[in-house]
């Protein structure tokens, strides 16, 4: 699906510089990944390049393919050339994100929340797959509501919804359990996972509780951050070995 060795990432800001090396990454189809870490490890710049949307500063390789029987996409290249269109097309067609406070627009019903990505992408009506997921996700009574008539953890499925509606091949989710409390961060981490491994997507979750992923994720990536200078930061992304906290 995707897989990353010796990327780099160097962003600087105020004279201070912060560097993020990812040495080797992978997720596979039908598996969920957990990337762990503290806030200002570089989790969100390494979503952010799994999510095309910021360039590496440096790649050995970085291969996307969206199925078994398409040829890989050399993401490496495509931004070498500055192939937005390219990038943007591969965002459209095969990406889902959900957001880390669920990003719905409050002036759309449920049903027209989880339809709007599918509409986005001129799919039109989601019909039959919007109501599987509905059913799957326990929103089946609630998909003529507004989202200010949901609690916080419906709010969350509806973006979980959303995300899958037009059938991505790589779900990218941000922090998605940070506003609802344990029970829910739970019982969100078991539909994404359920979703994963029935659906054969391919999630890259992050978070900052390992102990959430535990029992969940097929591996959990973490950060080993340290300052080399004053001024100059690096943070390495590696495997934790499995059953092992950070």
């Known amino acids: 699906m995707i897989h990353l060795a010796g990327l780099g ?22 598996e969920l990944v957990a990337v762990v870490g503290a806030s200002g490890c570089g989790k969100s710049t390494l979503l952010d390049i799994l999510a095309l949307v910021m360039a590496p500063t440096r790649a050995e390789d970085f291969g996307f393919r969206a ?68 059913e799957r996700l326990g929103l089946e009574g609630c998909l003529d509501r507004m989202p200010g008539a949901l609690s916080v953890g419906q709010r969350q499925r509806v973006a979980i919804a959303r995300a899958l509606v037009h059938a991505p091949r790589l779900v990218l989710a941000d922090e998605p359990t940070a506003a609802v409390d344990k029970a829910r961060a739970r019982a969100v981490m078991a539909d994404l996972e359920a979703l994963a491994r029935d659906e054969g997507v391919a999630v890259v979750l992050v978070t900052h509780d390992v102990d959430l992923v535990s029992g969940h994720a097929d591996r959990t990536y973490t950060f080993d951050v340290v300052q080399t200078s004053e001024n100059v930061t690096r943070s390495t992304c590696y495997p934790l070995q499995e059953g092992v906290a950070a």
Do not use: M
């Open 9 to 30: 990432k160097d962003r600087s800001q105020g004279g201070s510089v912060f560097t993020l090396e990812v040495p080797q990454f992978s997720v596979e189809p039908g």
């Open 67 to 134: 199925g078994e029987a398409d040829s890989e996409h050399d993401i490496r290249r495509l931004w070498r050339l500055g192939d937005e269109a390219s990038l943007a097309a591969l965002r459209r067609d095969y990406l889902g994100y959900v957001l880390q406070t669920g990003g719905l627009l409050p002036f759309l019903s449920v049903r027209e929340n989880i339809e709007l990505s599918a509409r986005i992408r001129g799919c039109g009506p989601a019909g039959q797959r919007l109501y599987e997921l509905a």
